[in-house]
C-alpha cells in the first residue's frame, strides 16, 4: 500500500509532544513523496507542521479501538497507541487492568473499587481468561485451569513501581485461590495463606517517598494444591531484604512499620517490661521525620499481626521474645557512644545509659561486654590475637550493623515459621506461584539496593523475552504459516555485564576480599575493564566514583560509595558470640546458633587472656558463620538463579502493576511517568514482538461474519468459507506478505485491519446512501399518494356536508315555531307557580310567628317547677354519689389490703419453689422425701380445713346475727338523719328559688340580644360555611391522597420489614441445616476414629471441652451411627422445645454422682460425644445465660491466676483436634514432642483449676439448696396455722364491717369446693365405668368360652344395646377419616409412606396422600388422648423426610413431593386445630374432624421449618441447572438474525455456537413448572418459586453484561430485550404475571433499554436517570463507561455526558450500600400462606398398591 494512501487528507497521526508524550493531530494535505513536512491540525485547532525527515509521524487506530480490551489487538502496535488505550479506558471508563497479548496492565487509581467482592470472583470463576472483562482475577482463574487441565506448575509475576500495587495485585492473587481452591481436610489452611500477608507487611513494608506501604523485600510465594486442585499448603521465599532501612531512613521516610506498632501499643501490660515509648524517641524511627500515617492505626495493626501469629501457630510467648528483640534493636539505636580523645581514634560508652542497661537486660547479656565490644575489635593472625579499639565512626557502623544483623535474622526466623505453619498436610500435586517483587528502580541517587533491583528485572525481562517469543512461535507452527525468525531485544549482554566472568558482580566480590579495599577502587577497575569494551557500560562525565549501566528500561547511574560496606554485611564475630551467650531469651539462641565446634570463646571483662564458653540451648537455623561470610551479591545471585530455575518449571502469567501519578491523586494519568513505566516493565516490548510478526488474528467464521459486506457474488458460490476469505484477501490485499492464511486463522500484518475496516466503512457508507435514497423515494410517492386519496375524501366530504346543512336549517325553522309556543307556555305557567307559593309561605309565617310567641308564654309559666326540679333532683344524685364513691373507697382500700398480702404471701412461695426449681437439678430423690412431708403437711391441712369449714359455719350464724342488729340501728338511725337533712335542704332550696328567679329575668333580657346578633351572625356564616364547604371538600381530597400516599409507604415499609424478618429467619433455619450437616460430618468421624483404638479421651480433657465452650468450631467429635440411628427413631421435640431444653452439661456431671437414674430422664441414652451436637446446637443460641456465666468465671479465675494464662492461652490458638491427636502425623521432631508435653502439662493444670472451682459452685449451691429447704419446712409449718389466719381475718373484716368482701371470699371458697367435688366426682364416676366395661369384658370372654362364638356374639349385640365398651368397632359404623397404627407399626408407617413412597406406583392417588394419612394417624392418637404416641409419629415423620430429601438431594420431583406433602400437612393441622380463624371456611363436616384434645398447631413451626429448608433446596436445584444455560440463552444466542454482524469487531476471543438457545431455557422453566403443578403445589408457592429463579435468570445475565464490555452494545441490547419479552410472554402464559417475577426481570429490561437509547443531550441524561430505577448508580455507570458504539454508526458516549449521568445519581440515596454486581445467591424469603382444603377426610380412597393394610380404619 502506497505511503500516499496511508498518510492522505483527514488522516489522524500521532506527534511527540513536551508535556503529553504523544498528542493527536489531522492531516489538512495529503502526503507526497518528497514532501519535507506534514500539515496538521491539531487536536484545540491550531495549524501545524511536522518535519518527517526522521520518520513519518505514527498513524492512528480508529476510535472503535480506542478502548479494546487487549492492546494486541491495535490495528497500529506502537507507543502512542498504547499510552491512549491505556489513558482512555483508566480515564473514561475508569477501567484499571488491560491485556497486553499475556501481560495484564494494571494501574493503580488509588481509591477503593466495587470490582474485588465476592461475587466477582464467583463469576470469574470458570470462565475463560477472554470471556471476560480484563481483571487480575481472570488471570488467576486461567493459572489454575491450567494447572488442573494441563498438570503444570504456574506462577504469577507481579511487578512495578513502589505503589503501583503489587502487594494488593497479590492479595487478591491469593484471596482468589483461596476461595476458588479452598482446603477440604483443613479449614483454615486459607486462612493461614491469607494471614501470612499483614506479618509480612508490618516486618517487610515501610514508607518511602512514593508509596506509604512499600514492599521493601521480594517474595514468591508458592500455594500447593492437592489432586481435587484443593490448597493442602504453602510456601514462601524472600530475596533481598533492605536492611539499611534499620539504621538509616531518608527525609519523609519511615522504618519498617513493626517498629512503629510497637511504639503505638507500649501502654500494653504485656510490654510493660519492654521500655518502650514514642516513636520519636528512638533514633531508627525518628530520623525520618515522620512519626504518624494519614488513615493508618499501627495500634489495631499490631493486633492484626498478633492475631495473624496465633492463627500461624506462633505461641504467645514466641511473640512476646519476638517483640522484646525487636525492643532491643531500637534500644541499640539510642546507645550513645563518645570518643576518648581528639582525635576520635578510641570510644566509650557511658556506663549508666539506659537504653545499653535495657538492650541487655532484654537480651540477657552483659553490659559489660556489651559495652566493651561495640567499642573494640578483635584482629585475628596466624600466631596472636589483637584487640583494637574503633574510632567513634567505625562504632556506629559496627552497632548499625548489629541491629541489622539481628533484624535479617528475625526476619528470617518469621518466614521460616510461616512456611512451618503453612507446611503442606498431605502430599502436593501441583502449585501455583506469586511472584511479588520490586520494579525497575532509578532515583537521583541509586546505590547496591537499586543495582541488585535492577539486576533481578533484567533477568525476568530476559525470561518474559523468551516466553513471549516462544508463544509466538508456537502460534505460528500451530497454524502452519511460513515462520521467519523474530528479531527482538536481548539483554544477554547487559546480564552478563553484571553476572558474566570479571563481570560486575566478579569484580566487587574480588574487592571484598581485599584487605584494604575501598569503593574508589572497585570503581577504577570497573573503568579499566568495562568501559571499552561493553556498549553497557558508561562512566558519567563529572563523577570518578560513579557508573552507568544502560538497563533495558534506560540509562541508570549507580553511585559507587557503600557497595563494599553493604556486600560485605560485616558483623564482629564478639557481637554474635555476646548473642549466642544470651540466656534469657530462648529465641535469641534459634536466631544465633554456635558455630560447628559447638563454642565460641569470647575475651572476660577482667582479663585479654580468659575466654567464655558459651552454648546455646536449642538450633533450628541451618545457618552458619560460612554461610553468614557469603558476600550478599553472591548470595542474591544464587537465590535469583533458583528463582529463575523454579520459574522455567512452571507457566508464567505476567502482571505489570502501573503507577499512574506520584501524587497519590484517584484517577490521574500522568503521561510521563507512565510511559517510563511502560519501556521499564516489558509492555512496549510484547508489542514490538507482536508488531513485527502478524499482530492481528482472526478466525475464518469471524472474518467472514465482519467483512461479509465486501464480498462478491461470485466469492459466495462455492460455499467454503475459507477460500471465500482467501478470494476476498487476495482482491483487496494485492501484496501477499500483508497477510498468511494458517488453518483456522487469517493472520494481518500492522495495519491491514484498519484498512480492511476503512473500506467496510465505505461500503456501508454507500449502501446506506443507496439505502437513503430508495426510501426518500418510497415516502415521497406514498406522500403524494396520501395527499391525492385525501383531497379526494375531502371533496366528497364537504359535498355532503353542504346537503346535510341546507337539511339541518329547514328541520331547525320548523322546530323553531314549535319552541316558541311550548316556551310562551311554560313561562305562563311558572310565573302563576311562582305567585302561589309566595302567598302559602307569608301565611306560614304568619301563623308560625303566633304559634311561637303562644309557645313562649307557657314555657315562661311552666319553667320555674322545672328548674325546682331539676336542681333538688342534682342535689340527691350529688349526695348519693358523694357516700357510694366513699363505700367504693373503703371497699377498695381493704381488698387492695387483702390482695397485697395474697401476692406477696403466692411471690413468696413462687420465688422459693422456682429457685428451687432452678438451683436443685438432680435433686429429685430430696424432692420426693419433701413431697411425702409435704403430703402429710396436706392431709393435716385437710383436716384443718374441715375444721375450718364448720368454724366458718358458726361464723357465718354470727354474723348473719350482728349484721341483722346492725341494719335495724342503722334503719333508725338513718330515718332521724334523712328528716333533718331534708328539712335543710328546704330551706336552702327556698333561698335558692328567690335569687334563681331574678337571674332567671336578667338572663331571658340577655338571651333576647343575644338572639338578635345571632340572627345577623347566621347569614354570614352561612356564606362562610358555603366557602368552608368548599375548602374541606378540597382538603378532604388532599387529606384522602396523602393519606393513601401515607398507608401505601407505611404498607411497603412493613411489608419490607416482614420480608426482613422472613429472611432472617429463613436464615436461621438454613444455618440450623448446615449445623445438622456438620453433626452428621462429625458423627462419619468419629465413626471412623471410634475404630482406631489409640483415640481415647481423658476426663481432664472433657471437663476443658466443656469450659472451652467459645470454640466449638474446633471439636470434631459426635455421636457414633448407630446412636444416630436410634435417636432418629426415638421420640423427639421440635426445634423451639429442643432448644429450650438444652443446657451446659458441665453442672450435670457435677451433678450425676449424686442422683439417681430416675433424675437422668432427659439425658438417657445420651451417647458420651453428644457434646458436639449440643455444641453446634449452642451456636443457634447467640444469647445463652448459662455459658456466659461459665465464660464469665473461668475469666475471673484467669486473672485470679495469672501464671496460669498460658494454658488457657494454648487451648484458644490451637486446634482441639490436633490436641486429641487426629492430625498427628507419625514424623514428629522431639522440640514438637517436648512443647506438646508442656502444653498438656499446662492443660491438666488448667483443668484442675476449673475442678475447683466448679466444686466451690457446688458446694454454694448445696449450701442454697439447704436454706431452701429450710424455708420449705417454714411454707410448711405455715399451712398448719392456715385456719389460725382465716379466723383473724374474719375478725378483722367484722370489725371493718366489711361483710361484701368476706361474702366474697367465702363464694369464692364454695366455688373451688364445688370444682374439687365436680373433679373428685368425674374421675370417680369414670373409674366406675372403667371398672364396668372391664366387667363386661370379662363376662363376654367366659360366655364365649362356654356357650360358643354364637352365644358371644348374642351377648355382644346385648350388650352393645345398652352399653358403649372401649375398643371393640362396630362392624357397621362409617369411617370418620382417623387410622389407628400401633406402636409397633411406626417405623412400617414411615418406610411406606415416606422412606419408599414413589406416586408414580400409584396413579389414581391423592398428590399429598403421605400427609393426609399422617394426619388421620394423628387424629386417632388424639381421639384416645396418646400425646406420647403424637409426639413419637412427629418425630420421626420428620426425620424420614429430612433423610428422603437428603437421599435424593439432587431429585427435583422428590423435593417437589416433599414440600407439597409438609406444606398440606401444616394447612391441615391448621384448619383442624384449635385456631377458630382457619376454620371459617370449613364444611360442617370438616368441623365434626377437628382435633378435640390435643391442640397440634404447635408443631407447625417446626414443619415450616423444614418445608424452608426443602424449599431452599429446590431452588437450589433449579438455579444449578440454569446457571449454566442463562448466558448462552439470554446474551449468546442470536434469535434475531443478523445482529451479530452489527456487534464490535476486536473481541479477544470470539465465542462458538452457543450450547443453549433461549427455546432450551424456556423447556426447562415448562418442565419446572409441569413438575410443580403435577404436585398441586400452593400457586403462591408456585409463584414464589418462579419469582427466585427469574431473579437468578436477571443477575447473571446482569452480572455478564457489567463484566464483559464487548458485551455492552445497541444490537446486544436489542437482543436482549426481544429475549426478555419471550420470558415475559411465557409467564403470561403460564398465568405467573402476578407473582412478582415480571419485577424480578426489572433491572435485566432497565439494562437494556439503556443500550438502546440515547445517550447525547440533557434530555437524553434526565431520561436515562428517571429510566434506571431498578439499577444501582455504579451499574448504571460500568454500563455507559463500557458502552461500545457501532464502528461507523454510533459515536462514543461522550466523558461530558458520563460525568452529567454521575452528578444526576449522586442525589439518589439509597439505604442499602451500593453494590456493582447483583448477588445471585441471595434468597428472597417464601412465605407458606394457609389455603383450606376441600378434601373430606371420611373420603379419602387409600390404593391397594400403598399396602397399608396394617392400618385400621375407623
Not at 500515617?293 to 519476638?322: I, K, M, P, Y
Not at 334523712?978 to 333580657?1005: C, N, P, W, Y
Request: aromatic share 8%; hydrophobic share 35%; glycine share 4%.
Amino acid at each position: 500500500m502506497a505511503l500516499g494512501a496511508l498518510y492522505a487528507q483527514g488522516t489522524r497521526v500521532w506527534i511527540p509532544d513536551c508535556l503529553e508524550v504523544w498528542k493527536s493531530a489531522e492531516l489538512t494535505r495529503s502526503y507526497q513523496e518528497g514532501d519535507c513536512v506534514l500539515h496538521l491540525r491539531l487536536a484545540d485547532g491550531s495549524e501545524s507542521t511536522y518535519p518527517v525527515d526522521p520518520q513519518l509521524p505514527f498513524l492512528r487506530n480508529p476510535d472503535y479501538l480506542s478502548r479494546e480490551n487487549d492492546l494486541v489487538a491495535l490495528s497500529y502496535l506502537h507507543e502512542p497507541a498504547v499510552l491512549h488505550t491505556l489513558r482512555a479506558r483508566f480515564l473514561e471508563t475508569n477501567t484499571v487492568y488491560t491485556y497486553c497479548g499475556i501481560i495484564l496492565v494494571a494501574i493503580n487509581p488509588y481509591q477503593q473499587l466495587p470490582i474485588y467482592e465476592e461475587p466477582v470472583i464467583y463469576a470469574y470463576s470458570g470462565q475463560s481468561m477472554g470471556d471476560m472483562d480484563p481483571h487480575i482475577f481472570a488471570v488467576a482463574e486461567e493459572a489454575y485451569k491450567q494447572m488442573s487441565r494441563n498438570h503444570e506448575n504456574q506462577s504469577l509475576i507481579i511487578s512495578g513501581e513502589s505503589g503501583a500495587g503489587k502487594t494488593a495485585s497479590a492479595k487478591h492473587a491469593m484471596r482468589y485461590f483461596a476461595t476458588v481452591g479452598g482446603s477440604l481436610s483443613d479449614s483454615s489452611m486459607e486462612e493461614k495463606v491469607l494471614a501470612s500477608s499483614p506479618i509480612m507487611e508490618a516486618f517487610g513494608n515501610a514508607k518511602t517517598a512514593r508509596n506509604n506501604n512499600s514492599s521493601r523485600f521480594g517474595k514468591y510465594v508458592e500455594i500447593g494444591f492437592s489432586r481435587e486442585y484443593r490448597i493442602v499448603g504453602a510456601a514462601m521465599k524472600t530475596y533481598l531484604l533492605e536492611k539499611s532501612r534499620i539504621a538509616a531512613q531518608a527525609k519523609a521516610e519511615r522504618n519498617y512499620h513493626i517498629f512503629y506498632q510497637l511504639c503505638a501499643s507500649a501502654a500494653l501490660p504485656e510490654f510493660q517490661g519492654l521500655g518502650l515509648g514514642g516513636a520519636e524517641s528512638f533514633h531508627y524511627t525518628s530520623q525520618g521525620q515522620c512519626i504518624n500515617l494519614e488513615a493508618t492505626d499501627d495500634a489495631a495493626d499490631l493486633e492484626s499481626t498478633r492475631n495473624a501469629f496465633s492463627l500461624l501457630g506462633v505461641h504467645e510467648s514466641n511473640q512476646l521474645e519476638l517483640f522484646s528483640i525487636l525492643a532491643s534493636v531500637l534500644h541499640l539505636g539510642n546507645i550513645r557512644l563518645k570518643g576518648k580523645d581528639r582525635h576520635g581514634e578510641s570510644c566509650f560508652t557511658e556506663p549508666d545509659d539506659e537504653a545499653l542497661v535495657l538492650f541487655c537486660t532484654l537480651l540477657g547479656v552483659e553490659k559489660s561486654q556489651v559495652s566493651r565490644w561495640l567499642c573494640y575489635r578483635k584482629l585475628v593472625t596466624t600466631s596472636e590475637t589483637y584487640v583494637k579499639p574503633m574510632s567513634r565512626q567505625q562504632a556506629l557502623n559496627s552497632r548499625d550493623a548489629l541491629a541489622k544483623h539481628i533484624y535479617g535474622q528475625l526476619f528470617k526466623w518469621i518466614v521460616s515459621r510461616i512456611n512451618k505453619a503453612l507446611r503442606a498436610s498431605s502430599r502436593q500435586h501441583a502449585s501455583i506461584g506469586i511472584l511479588d517483587i520490586y520494579g525497575f528502580e532509578m532515583f537521583k541517587v541509586n546505590s547496591f539496593e537499586q543495582f541488585c533491583i535492577n539486576y533481578a528485572n533484567e533477568k525476568l525481562q530476559q525470561h518474559f523475552n523468551l516466553h513471549v517469543f516462544k508463544l509466538e512461535q508456537e502460534e505460528y507452527m500451530k497454524e502452519e504459516i511460513p515462520w521467519t525468525f523474530i528479531d527482538f531485544y536481548d539483554n544477554q549482554s547487559c546480564i552478563d555485564l553484571i553476572e558474566g566472568q570479571v563481570g560486575i558482580l566478579d569484580l566487587l566480590n574480588e574487592e571484598c576480599k581485599v584487605p584494604k579495599g575501598s569503593d574508589a577502587n572497585w570503581a577504577q577497575k570497573l573503568y579499566d575493564r568495562h568501559l571499552h569494551h561493553s556498549h553497557h557500560f558508561q562512566k558519567p562525565k563529572m563523577s570518578k566514583d560513579a557508573f552507568v549501566i544502560h538497563h533495558f528500561a534506560g540509562k541508570v547511574e549507580y553511585q559507587c560509595n557503600g557497595f563494599l560496606e553493604k556486600n560485605k554485611d560485616t558483623v564482629h564475630a564478639e557481637l554474635i558470640g555476646l548473642l549466642r551467650a544470651g540466656k534469657k531469651s530462648a529465641l535469641l539462641a534459634e536466631l544465633f546458633p554456635e558455630e560447628a565446634d559447638g563454642s565460641v570463646t569470647l575475651p572476660s571483662r577482667r582479663s585479654h587472656g580468659s575466654r567464655v564458653t558459651v552454648r546455646p540451648g536449642r538450633r533450628s537455623l541451618p545457618a552458619t558463620d560460612k554461610e553468614h561470610r557469603k558476600p550478599i551479591s553472591t548470595q542474591f545471585k544464587a537465590s535469583l538463579q533458583k528463582l529463575m530455575e523454579t520459574l522455567s518449571c512452571t507457566a508464567p502469567h505476567y502482571v505489570r502493576c502501573i503507577k499512574p501519578n506520584d501524587h497519590k491523586r484517584p484517577f490521574v494519568f500522568d503521561a510521563k511517568r507512565v510511559v517510563e513505566q511502560l519501556r521499564a516493565c516489558g509492555v512496549l516490548e510484547t508489542i514490538q514482538i507482536s508488531a513485527s510478526g502478524y499482530p492481528s488474528r482472526w478466525t475464518y467464521a469471524e472474518f467472514f461474519s465482519r467483512y461479509r459486506a465486501l464480498t462478491r457474488p461470485e466469492e459466495l458460490l462455492g460455499g467454503d468459507e475459507k477460500q471465500t476469505c482467501r478470494l476476498v484477501l487476495e482482491r483487496l490485499l494485492q501484496d501477499p506478505s500483508k497477510y498468511q492464511c494458517g488453518k483456522g486463522k487469517i493472520f494481518f500484518r500492522a495495519g491491514q485491519v484498519a484498512f480492511l475496516e476503512e473500506l467496510r466503512g465505505r461500503r456501508l457508507r454507500a449502501a446506506c446512501v443507496l439505502l437513503q435514497k430508495s426510501l426518500r423515494c418510497w415516502l415521497g410517492r406514498r406522500h403524494f399518494l396520501r395527499m391525492r386519496a385525501a383531497a379526494i375524501c375531502l371533496q366528497r366530504f364537504a359535498r355532503g356536508f353542504l346537503a346535510r346543512r341546507l337539511a339541518e336549517c329547514l328541520r331547525r325553522t320548523s322546530a323553531a315555531l314549535a319552541l316558541q309556543k311550548n316556551f310562551k307556555m311554560a313561562m305562563a305557567r311558572r310565573s302563576y307557580r311562582r305567585l302561589h307559593a309566595a302567598v302559602l309561605t307569608i301565611q306560614a309565617f304568619a301563623r308560625g310567628m303566633f304559634s311561637r310567641r303562644l309557645h313562649r308564654q307557657m314555657v315562661a309559666s311552666q319553667k320555674a317547677a322545672v328548674i325546682q326540679s331539676a336542681v333538688r333532683g342534682w342535689l340527691a344524685r350529688t349526695k348519693y354519689a358523694r357516700v357510694r364513691r366513699a363505700a367504693i373507697y373503703l371497699q377498695c382500700c381493704y381488698r387492695r389490703m387483702q390482695a397485697r398480702r395474697e401476692l406477696r404471701r403466692l411471690r413468696i412461695q413462687a420465688r422459693s419453689v422456682e429457685h428451687y426449681k432452678q438451683l436443685h437439678k438432680g435433686m429429685e430423690i430430696k424432692v420426693m422425701q419433701l413431697q411425702c412431708k409435704v403430703d402429710e403437711q396436706a392431709r393435716e391441712n385437710q383436716s384443718l380445713s374441715e375444721q375450718l369449714s364448720v368454724l366458718r359455719a358458726s361464723h357465718g350464724e354470727e354474723a348473719e346475727q350482728l349484721r341483722s342488729e346492725v341494719r335495724r340501728l342503722r334503719e333508725d338511725k338513718t330515718q332521724e338523719l334523712r328528716i333533718q337533712e331534708l328539712q335543710g335542704q328546704l330551706r336552702h332550696m327556698e333561698s335558692e328559688k328567690s335569687s334563681l328567679e331574678g337571674r332567671l329575668a336578667q338572663e331571658m333580657e340577655e338571651l333576647k340580644q343575644r338572639l338578635m346578633e345571632l340572627e345577623a351572625m347566621k347569614s354570614n356564616l352561612k356564606e362562610e360555611k358555603e366557602a368552608l364547604n368548599q375548602r374541606i371538600v378540597e382538603q378532604s381530597q388532599d387529606l384522602k391522597d396523602q393519606l393513601r400516599q401515607h398507608v401505601a409507604a407505611e404498607s411497603k415499609e412493613l411489608l419490607s420489614q416482614l420480608e426482613e424478618e422472613r429472611a432472617r429467619y429463613q436464615n436461621l433455619v438454613t444455618e440450623y441445616a448446615r449445623l445438622e450437616q456438620c453433626y452428621e460430618n462429625l458423627q462419619d468421624e468419629v465413626a471412623f476414629h471410634k475404630q482406631t483404638p489409640s483415640f481415647q479421651r481423658s476426663p481432664s480433657l472433657d471437663s476443658i471441652l466443656d469450659s472451652e465452650s467459645s470454640y466449638p468450631s474446633s471439636l470434631s467429635t459426635a455421636p457414633s451411627r448407630d446412636d444416630a440411628d436410634q435417636r432418629s427413631e426415638s421420640p423427639a421435640q421440635p426445634l423451639d422445645q429442643e432448644r429450650g431444653r438444652w443446657r451446659p452439661r458441665h453442672e450435670w456431671k457435677r451433678a450425676s454422682s449424686d442422683s439417681t437414674p430416675s433424675s437422668l430422664d432427659d439425658d438417657h441414652g445420651q451417647d458420651p460425644y453428644e457434646k458436639a451436637y449440643l455444641l453446634l446446637l449452642g451456636q443457634l443460641n447467640v444469647v445463652t445465660e448459662d455459658l456466659a456465666r461459665t465464660r464469665e468465671e473461668l475469666r475471673r479465675a484467669r486473672a485470679q491466676l495469672v501464671h496460669e494464662r498460658k494454658p488457657f492461652e494454648i487451648f484458644k490458638r490451637r486446634n482441639i483436634a490436633e490436641i486429641l491427636g487426629l492430625n498427628k502425623s507419625l514424623e514428629k521432631t522431639a522440640e514438637e514432642d517436648s512443647m506438646m508435653e508442656e502444653d498438656l502439662k499446662y492443660a491438666y493444670d488448667a483443668v484442675q483449676v476449673s475442678n475447683k472451682l466448679l466444686e466451690s459452685q457446688l458446694q454454694e449451691q448445696q449450701q442454697q439448696h439447704e436454706q431452701e429447704l429450710e424455708g420449705l419446712r417454714l411454707d410448711v409449718c405455715s399451712l398448719k396455722q392456715l385456719s389460725k389466719q382465716q379466723q383473724s381475718l374474719i375478725q378483722e373484716l367484722q370489725l371493718h364491717q366489711e361483710e361484701e368482701g368476706l361474702q366474697h371470699q367465702i363464694v369464692q371458697l364454695k366455688r373451688e369446693n364445688l370444682d374439687l367435688s365436680e373433679q373428685l366426682e368425674r374421675q370417680e364416676r369414670s373409674m366406675l365405668k372403667l371398672r364396668k366395661q372391664l366387667k363386661t369384658s370379662m363376662k363376654r370372654i367366659q360366655d364365649l368360652t362356654a356357650n360358643g362364638e354364637a352365644m358371644w356374639l348374642g351377648q355382644k349385640v346385648k350388650v352393645g344395646e345398652t352399653e358403649r365398651p372401649l375398643e371393640v368397632p362396630q362392624p357397621a359404623a362409617a369411617f370418620e377419616g382417623m387410622l389407628e397404627c400401633k406402636a409397633e407399626d411406626e417405623g412400617r408407617l414411615i418406610r411406606t409412606i415416606i422412606t419408599d413412597f414413589k406416586p408414580q406406583h400409584s396413579p389414581g392417588a391423592l398428590p399429598a396422600l403421605p400427609a393426609y394419612v399422617l394426619f388421620m394417624c394423628f387424629r386417632h392418637a388424639d381421639s384416645v388422648r396418646d400425646e406420647h404416641r403424637i409426639r413419637s409419629l412427629f418425630a420421626a415423620t420428620l426425620g424420614a423426610i429430612k433423610r428422603a430429601v437428603k437421599k435424593h438431594s439432587e431429585d427435583f420431583d422428590v423435593a417437589v413431593l416433599w414440600l407439597t406433602n409438609t406444606c398440606c400437612l401444616i394447612n391441615c393441622l391448621r384448619q383442624y386445630g384449635g385456631d377458630q380463624s382457619y376454620r371459617l371456611a370449613n364444611t360442617p363436616k370438616q368441623n365434626q374432624h377437628c382435633l378435640r384434645n390435643f391442640d397440634l398447631a404447635s408443631h407447625c413451626q417446626s414443619l415450616g421449618d423444614l418445608a424452608i429448608h426443602i424449599y431452599q433446596q429446590l431452588i437450589r436445584l433449579a438455579q444449578k441447572k440454569l446457571k449454566p444455560m442463562i448466558v448462552a440463552a439470554m446474551l449468546e444466542s442470536e434469535t434475531i438474525q443478523g445482529l451479530s454482524s452489527a456487534r464490535p469487531p476486536g473481541y479477544r476471543k470470539q465465542p462458538a455456537a452457543p450450547a443453549y438457545t433461549l427455546d432450551s431455557l424456556l423447556q426447562q422453566l415448562s418442565s419446572f413448572h409441569e413438575v410443580l403443578q403435577g404436585h398441586q403445589l400452593e400457586p403462591a408457592v408456585v409463584g414464589q418459586a418462579f419469582r427466585q429463579l427469574l431473579f437468578t435468570i436477571s443477575g447473571v445475565a446482569l452480572n455478564y453484561l457489567l463484566l464483559r464490555k464487548d458485551a455492552c452494545s445497541w444490537s446486544q441490547g436489542v437482543q436482549l430485550r426481544y429475549n426478555i419479552s419471550q420470558l415475559e410472554e411465557w409467564l403470561r402464559a403460564k398465568g405467573l404475571q402476578q407473582s412478582g417475577a415480571m419485577e424480578a426481570l426489572e433491572p435485566l429490561i432497565q439494562a437494556a433499554q439503556l443500550l438502546q437509547v440515547k445517550k447525547a443531550t440533557e434530555e437524553d441524561a434526565e431520561a436515562i436517570c428517571c429510566l434506571c430505577t431498578a439499577l444501582s448508580p455504579l451499574q448504571v455507570m460500568k454500563i455507559l463507561r463500557a458502552y461500545t458504539p457501532a464502528a461507523g454508526l454510533e459515536e462514543r458516549v461522550s466523558p461530558s455526558f458520563i460525568s452529567s449521568i454521575e452528578n444526576r445519581l449522586a442525589a439518589r440515596t439509597s439505604a442499602s450500600p451500593c453494590q456493582l454486581l447483583v448477588d445471585t445467591a441471595h434468597l428472597f424469603p417464601v412465605h407458606l400462606p394457609f389455603s383450606c382444603s376441600a378434601v373430606q377426610l371420611d373420603e379419602i380412597c387409600i390404593p391397594d398398591s400403598i399396602n397399608l393394610s396394617f392400618l385400621t380404619r375407623l
